[in-house]
């Protein structure tokens, strides 16, 4: 009978060799900016600061309406879609970035159990191996 010899993946060989990767030193001003453009952003990209916006677009659609259709279209591009979109879209990411870290964490989680059951069904072969000796 011959024995079953594993060979495993040829990454999982490799990724033992590999330390990971070393985080870059960053000024501290690099990291009170990074710190500061986060805050903002989070600040920004709320539904709050959406209907700030478009409340603070629309004082200013009266005197739009008045200057004619130019003035109306360039209001509608440059006050309305810049203010309250900008907003909104960042909601929009934060809510597609959350959905995605959750898949990744579920798709994850179900590697591991795959994993652990391989090395099990693993374990479970040497020692079937071990008892024909």
Known sequence: MTRFQHVPHPHIEARKDQAPPPLLPRHRLDRINDTLAVRITNAVGSMWCAYAFGLL?????????????????????????????????????????????????????????????????????????????
């Open 57 to 133: 677009a629309l004082v200013s659609l009266p005197d739009a309406i008045k200057g004619g259709t130019a003035a109306l279209i360039a209001w509608i591009a440059q006050t309305f879609l810049q203010l309250v979109l900008l907003s909104i879209i960042l909601v929009g990411q934060k809510v597609a970035g959350a959905a995605s870290d959750a898949q990744a964490a579920a798709t994850y989680r179900d590697t591991e159990a795959i994993l652990h059951e391989l090395l099990e069904l693993q374990r479970h072969l040497h020692a079937q191996d071990g008892e024909g000796e």
